[in-house]
């Protein structure tokens, strides 16, 4: 049996073989440009599915490593307020000891109730310090200042407390999360002074620093002076030092050991996964320059075909 090969059918196995080596040419040069063997799913289904993946762990890394960041970031804040709040609190604890040896006169004794009320101020002012907007010690409540001062004198906490403060954590790796919630109230305590409107007199209310040095404020403004109440204030201003140094222990720990260790380790993973991304889609430079020239060399041969086909006719025949 014999296959009658006609021109028509000749050239367009040609030509179609000639847009072939045309298109692995074409992919080898973007793969020469970028440098990658895979550069779209169709040039392998599996391994594009699996960079796929491996970028989106990237990426969650980055966003791990991003909040470390915030958090250390907050924690240093934190630590840097809570260490201003100890050198005027122990200030405080000096004046106590000096005002309770009961050799100071009234006016003396005004004079270091002057500077009690100012280290008050002082500690209230860290005590309302903002991180990116968000006041650190308001727990929740991180749009409003975590205390206010009343015109009697009382300092009240306005943050959140208890369980509300749930909700206050930031992803630091895969389903590990920190807590960044701190309650004011657990650190610096609260105050509502004495009322001696009435009698008998109703004693002071609070907690933490913020009573220790309400009290010793009232103890110094008291007429005839009474060194023994004033010697009173300065244990419960080393208790509410205790607290604060408890505390920012707690936190800066954070810092030093597990943001440190968490970091280190989301390093190492992004080494790996980054090492199985380059496997999967690096391009082997020599073998790619190899191909080049083997389909550049199979292109130009079938041009030239195509146009040697192309230029005959019938009248070649006649």
Known sequence: MYVRTTTLGTSDRLVSQMMANQSALLNTQIQLSSQKRI?????????????????????????????INTAREQINMLDSSLAQVIN??????????????????????????????????????????????????????????????????????????????????????EGTYLALNVNGSDVFGSFTPSDTTVDPAIPSQGSGL??????????LALDPPDSQKISESIGTIKDGLNTINNVRTEYGSYASTRLNMTESYLTDLSLSVTEQRSNLEDLDMIQAITDYSNENYAYQASLSSVSKTMQISLLNYI
């Open 39 to 67: 550069n779209r799913p169709s040039d392998d289904c599996v391994d594009a599915a699996q960079i796929l993946s491996l970028g989106r762990q990237q990426d969650k890394i980055s966003t791990y490593k991003d909040n």
């Open 210 to 219: 913020f009573k220790a040095l309400g009290d010793l404020s009232e103890s």
């Open 88 to 173: 005027v609190a122990q200030r405080a604890n000096e004046l106590a000891v000096q005002g309770s040896n009961g050799v100071y006169s009234k006016d003396q004794l005004g004079a270091i109730k002057t500077e009690i009320d100012q280290i008050t101020a002082s500690v209230m002012d860290f005590a309302n310090t903002q991180y990116n907007g968000q006041y650190i010690f308001a727990g929740n409540n991180v749009s409003s200042p975590a205390y206010t001062k009343g015109a009697d004198g009382s300092i009240v906490y306005q943050g959140s407390s208890g369980s509300q403060d749930s909700g206050r954590t930031m992803e630091i790796m």
